[in-house]
C-alpha cells in the first residue's frame, strides 16, 4: 500500500536582518508546540507555489509576485506528524523581503483552527540558542539557515531531515 504522505509548500521568510519568520503550531495531539515557516497543504492538483503564495496571504499577510527560489525540500515518514497521514513531506522556498507585521487574511480563530497559536520573528542567534519547551521544523533548523545564509542559494534543494 502506497504511504499517505501530506504535501506542503513553506516559506523560508528572511527579512533584509537575516530574522526568519516563524509560525507557532500548537499539536493537540502531541501536546506540544513547533515553530516552523508559513505555509502548508497542497490541495490536489495544485502547483506548490499557488499553494506557497494562498498561504502566505492567508496566515502572515504577505503577497509574493515573484517565483521564489526552492531551497529545501523534507521528507518525514512516521506516524504524528500529520493526522491521516503516513508522514510529510515540505518544500521550502526562499522569500527575501522587508521586515513587517505579520498580519494574514485569516482571523485569530481561523489560524488558532489551523492550529497557528503566534507569528513571531526570530534571529539565527536566538533559533541556535533556545532551550525552552517549543520544538522547531526542521528541529535542527539554526543548522541549515546558517548554511544557506552563509552560502547562497545551492543548486540542489538542500534534503532535510526530521
Given at each position: 500500500?502506497?504511504?499517505?504522505?501530506?504535501?506542503?509548500?513553506?516559506?523560508?521568510?528572511?527579512?533584509?536582518?537575516?530574522?526568519?519568520?516563524?509560525?507557532?503550531h500548537a499539536l493537540r495531539e502531541?501536546?506540544?508546540?513547533?515553530?516552523?515557516?508559513?505555509?502548508?497543504?497542497?490541495?490536489?492538483?495544485?502547483?506548490?507555489?499557488?499553494?506557497?503564495?494562498?498561504?502566505?496571504?492567508?496566515?502572515?499577510?504577505?503577497?509574493?509576485?515573484?517565483?521564489?527560489?526552492?531551497?529545501?525540500?523534507?521528507?518525514?515518514?512516521?506516524?504524528?506528524?500529520?493526522?491521516?497521514?503516513?508522514?510529510?513531506?515540505?518544500?521550502?522556498?526562499?522569500?527575501?523581503?522587508?521586515?513587517?507585521?505579520?498580519?494574514?487574511?485569516?482571523?485569530?480563530?481561523?489560524?488558532?483552527?489551523?492550529?497557528?497559536?503566534?507569528?513571531?520573528?526570530?534571529?539565527?542567534?536566538?533559533?541556535?540558542?533556545?532551550?525552552?519547551?517549543?520544538?522547531?521544523?526542521?528541529?535542527?533548523?539554526?543548522?541549515?539557515?546558517?548554511?544557506?545564509?552563509s552560502t547562497g542559494l545551492p543548486?540542489?534543494?538542500?534534503?532535510?531531515g526530521l
Amino acid at each position: 500500500m502506497p504511504l499517505r504522505l501530506r504535501r506542503s509548500a513553506r516559506a523560508l521568510v528572511l527579512d533584509d536582518l537575516d530574522r526568519l519568520l516563524l509560525c507557532r503550531h500548537a499539536l493537540r495531539e502531541q501536546g506540544a508546540a513547533v515553530w516552523a515557516a508559513p505555509g502548508g497543504r497542497i490541495a490536489p492538483h495544485e502547483e506548490p507555489l499557488t499553494a506557497l503564495r494562498r498561504e502566505l496571504r492567508e496566515e502572515v499577510g504577505l503577497v509574493v509576485q515573484h517565483d521564489p527560489p526552492h531551497v529545501w525540500h523534507q521528507e518525514v515518514v512516521g506516524a504524528g506528524y500529520a493526522v491521516g497521514h503516513d508522514g510529510v513531506v515540505n518544500d521550502y522556498f526562499l522569500v527575501r523581503t522587508a521586515g513587517f507585521t505579520p498580519c494574514g487574511a485569516l482571523t485569530a480563530a481561523e489560524l488558532a483552527a489551523e492550529c497557528i497559536v503566534g507569528v513571531q520573528w526570530w534571529s539565527p542567534a536566538e533559533i541556535s540558542a533556545y532551550r525552552g519547551p517549543d520544538l522547531f521544523s526542521p528541529r535542527d533548523l539554526g543548522t541549515p539557515l546558517r548554511e544557506l545564509l552563509s552560502t547562497g542559494l545551492p543548486d540542489e534543494p538542500l534534503l532535510l531531515g526530521l
